[in-house]
């Protein structure tokens, strides 16, 4: 508790210019007390304007106040010196190079905590006080500390620019708005400010949408990018799977062989062991006969020839000469040819078939999925509604955003930086289209162009025409005749007349196709291409009374 009435009488004998203990303290005559160094310097500063102020109150005091050595108050800021306390507390936030700084700190200066609009001065807390204080400086306009001050003052007749010029488009202080802006439209600076903070709100509410609308695409996207990612997944599974079975397949197959081979194989070889046994075996009896004969041939007595030769058993018949089939050596050389041939076969079917698998980025992802019927197109279907943001002023767009007509009166539409300004009276849909996208168009009237277009096509000039730069693309119905426009190229696309058209997007695979939609669908035009950023329907409109409807499909 002493300390801090100690901390309070430093406080109360400090100088509020350099918040150190006051040194030859004087007084001002509104009864303020600095150091008299401190206050003669400030007053230096003023000389030039004969008006000189108290720096804290500011009070002025005309002609500069003679000021004497308060000589009590300097006695009792030396006592207070004995105590051994430091003249400036340690903790004061000083201005450093980046800061503002406190204009009416004269040696160190502190950092600035708020800056008046009409003293034009920045303040740390200690000299700020009186703002808060006196009744007078209440009324002033404290901002955020601005090292820019000084631009709201005139630099013809040195006052605060608090009016503004429409017809220059410049702040000025008000002898300048009787002077040499006379007779121009001017108004107050808060006024301006009024109407371009409405301006700026209008902006930042165009941008936060284009945001969403981003961060939607962004979703989308990513969307995509999962499905690509999750199909190209499964179809490396089942491939994988398919050959797997093949593999199994062939190794079964194998293996049949090979089983039926060596079955063979061994049925073949039993058979000719047998044959063999039994013809070594038929060879070893006649052997033993030829002996018997061969030994009764050298009889030399005739009469013992005669009575053995009668009794001697007949020879039996050859046994290989009828059951003996010696084949040549090609036992299995069929299977190999038939194998060989399966080969052959499969290696045909693999090759063919490989190239309908290499072909299915073409023939699958572009082609194929686009439907034949209108049944397989409303699946796809997206609901269009028209951004008025983006309308010519002679459009006139339903309630419900989907139906746009040509008058022949301009409309009380707002500016707007995404507004098509020049004179081809087309809009855009709100919306972004990716992925598989249907929408249909009825129209009536003299002509329309059914187009789609990127986000950032340009709004004014003669590059903005649908069709005709290379950032749209459009179908012309006009007299019983279609054009197709693409970067200023004119193709002439003949089929049935219709006052309905339909519009199929596939943006992944880049295919834009328009048809003829009565009773039945008939396609007039196909672009095959590569899109490159996300699309908006549109369309154009001409002759007055002319409507284009996007249709509400089922």
């Not at 201005?95 to 502190?110: G, I, L, M, S």
């Not at 950092?111 to 034009?120: D, F, G, I, M, T």
């Not at 009744?135 to 007749?157: M, R």
């Not at 197709?484 to 006052?499: A, K, L, M």
């Amino acid at each position: 508790m002493a300390q801090k009435g100690v901390q309070l009488d430093r406080e109360t004998f400090s100088c509020s210019i350099c918040l150190d203990l006051l040194k030859d303290p004087v007084a001002t005559p509104c009864g303020h007390s600095y150091c008299m160094k401190c206050i003669e310097g400030f007053w230096d500063g003023e000389d030039e304007k004969e008006i000189h102020s108290c720096p804290q109150c500011r009070q002025s005091f005309t002609p500069r106040p003679v000021l004497l050595k308060n000589t009590m108050l300097a006695a009792l800021v030396e006592e207070l010196k004995k105590t051994g306390l430091q003249a400036a507390p340690a903790d004061l936030c000083y201005a450093e190079a980046e800061d503002v700084a406190c204009d009416v700190c004269t040696r160190r200066k502190r950092r600035a905590c708020k800056s008046c609009l009409q003293c034009l001065a920045s303040y740390c807390d200690k000299h700020l006080q009186p703002h808060y204080d006196v009744a007078p400086l209440k009324k002033h306009k404290l901002v955020e500390p601005s090292k820019k001050l000084q631009e709201n003052i005139c630099s013809s007749h040195d006052e605060v620019m608090k009016m503004f010029c429409r017809t220059d488009q410049q702040c000025i202080c008000y002898l300048c708005s009787v002077d040499k802006h006379k007779g121009h439209d001017t108004v107050s600076a808060a006024a301006e400010r009024t109407e371009r903070q409405r301006e700026l709100e209008g902006s930042r509410e165009n941008i936060q949408q284009r945001i969403q609308d981003g961060e939607k695409e962004v979703k989308l996207l990513q969307q995509e990018v999962e499905a690509v990612n999750g199909s190209a997944d499964k179809a490396v599974e089942d491939s994988e799977k398919t050959f797997t079975e093949l593999i199994r397949l062939m190794e079964k197959r194998s293996s049949d062989v090979k089983q039926q081979v060596r079955s063979q194989q061994k049925r073949e070889v039993s058979r000719v062991r047998e044959l063999q046994k039994k013809l070594e075996q038929e060879m070893a009896e006649l052997k033993r006969r030829d002996a018997e004969l061969k030994l009764l041939s050298h009889t030399e007595d005739h009469n013992q020839f005669l009575l053995s030769y009668p009794s001697l058993p007949a020879v039996s018949e050859a046994t290989h000469s009828s059951s003996t089939n010696i084949r040549p050596l090609s036992y299995f050389e069929d299977v190999t040819a038939a194998l060989s041939a399966v080969r052959d076969k499969l290696q045909d079917v693999l090759r063919e078939e490989w190239t309908n698998v290499s072909s299915t980025e073409v023939d699958v992802l572009l082609l194929a999925a686009e439907p034949t019927t209108r049944a397989g197109f409303l699946r796809y279907s997206q609901e269009i509604t028209l951004d008025p943001n983006t309308a010519y002023t002679q459009l006139l767009l339903s309630e419900g955003g989907r139906k746009a007509t040509f008058m022949e009166q301009p409309q009380s539409y707002s500016s707007h930086p995404d507004r098509f300004t020049y004179c081809y009276p087309q809009v855009l849909s709100r919306k972004s289209l990716t992925g598989h996208c249907y929408w249909e168009v009825e129209w009536r009237g003299e002509e329309v162009h059914v187009a789609v277009s990127y986000k950032n096509i340009s709004r004014a000039g003669g590059e903005c025409f649908f069709g005709f730069n290379d950032q749209s693309w459009s179908l012309e119905c006009y007299q019983n005749s279609y054009t197709f426009h693409y970067n200023s190229i004119d193709t002439p696309v003949s089929g049935p007349w219709s006052s309905r058209v339909g519009v199929y997007l596939d943006h992944r695979a880049g295919i834009l196709s328009f048809y003829s939609v009565s009773e039945t669908m008939t396609l007039l035009h196909r672009v095959q291409t590569s899109f490159t950023r996300p699309l908006h329907a549109g369309v154009c409109l001409y002759g007055y009374g002319t409507t284009a409807e996007f249709c509400k499909l089922k």
